[in-house]
């Protein structure tokens, strides 16, 4: 069964704290992103990866990171320098960086305690 | 700032009618446009793409696009209760990012 995984539903931030979204593709896609999505507003891109060990800062970078070691794999760590980290966290993948089709998986949630 | 606009709505229509949505792009160098469909709390799935100007239908669906007046639109024909959903419109610049509007919501009702 294909697609893209993205763990846990919900996280809870502390206040300091890093946090890791996980996301998982088994499509054999080449590229992966990660969006943020705030409360009426479209997505804004914070990293892409077009290959393995390869990645790209997006529009709103700061205070993200992330790491491609597997082409199956682009986990997003939510650093403590993000101050405002609440909202919705989609990962996306496509064939190729030109290859235009994005698929998205479930999404993460994340809040601040 | 590249942009893509759409009317955040909601767009009220009755059910069995054609809902309209539309969509302006501010980068000319722009190739390949997308309709994805958004429920409350769930993640985008994607509608439609649209790569030619004219018009291009799947099922009750179709995409239309004006590269001229940098403008694309998506026509829901027959509504459904079950389209009710927040619509977002996605443009590939000409540097192959996708860029986002903010989503119009539609609302069909029986």
């Known amino acids: 069964d294909g697609g893209i995984t993205q763990s846990p539903k919900y996280l809870f931030r502390k206040e300091g704290q890093n946090v890791t979204l996980s996301c998982e593709q088994n499509?054999?896609?080449?590229?992966m992103y990660w969006y943020r999505q705030d409360p009426g507003q479209g997505l804004r891109l914070i990293y892409y990866s077009q290959i393995v060990n390869d990645f790209q800062k997006g529009d709103i970078a700061e205070g993200y990171s992330v790491s491609r070691e597997k082409k199956e794999s682009f986990p997003l760590t939510v650093t403590s320098a993000q101050k405002n980290p609440t909202a919705f966290y989609l990962c996306?993948?496509?064939?190729?960086?030109?290859?235009?089709?994005?698929?998205f998986g479930p999404g993460t949630r994340l809040l601040v305690l | 700032q590249k942009e893509v606009e759409q009317n955040s709505g909601p767009l009220s229509v009755p059910e069995g009618a054609i809902a309209s949505l539309n969509c302006t792009y501010s980068d000319r160098g722009s190739q390949s446009f997308f309709w994805y469909r958004q429920y409350s709390g769930k993640s985008p799935e994607l509608i439609m793409s649209i790569y030619s100007n004219g018009d291009k239908e799947d099922g009750r669906f179709t995409a239309q696009l004006n590269k001229a007046s940098q403008y694309v639109s998506l026509l829901i024909r027959d509504s459904q209760p079950s389209d009710s959903a927040t619509y977002l419109c996605?443009?590939?610049?000409?540097?192959?990012?996708?860029?986002f509007g903010s989503g119009t919501r539609l609302l069909v009702r029986p």
């Open positions: 996605a443009v590939m610049d000409s540097s192959y990012k996708l860029i």
């Open positions: 996306a993948s496509s064939i190729g960086i030109r290859q235009e089709t994005q698929y």
């Open positions: 499509l054999n896609h080449d590229a």
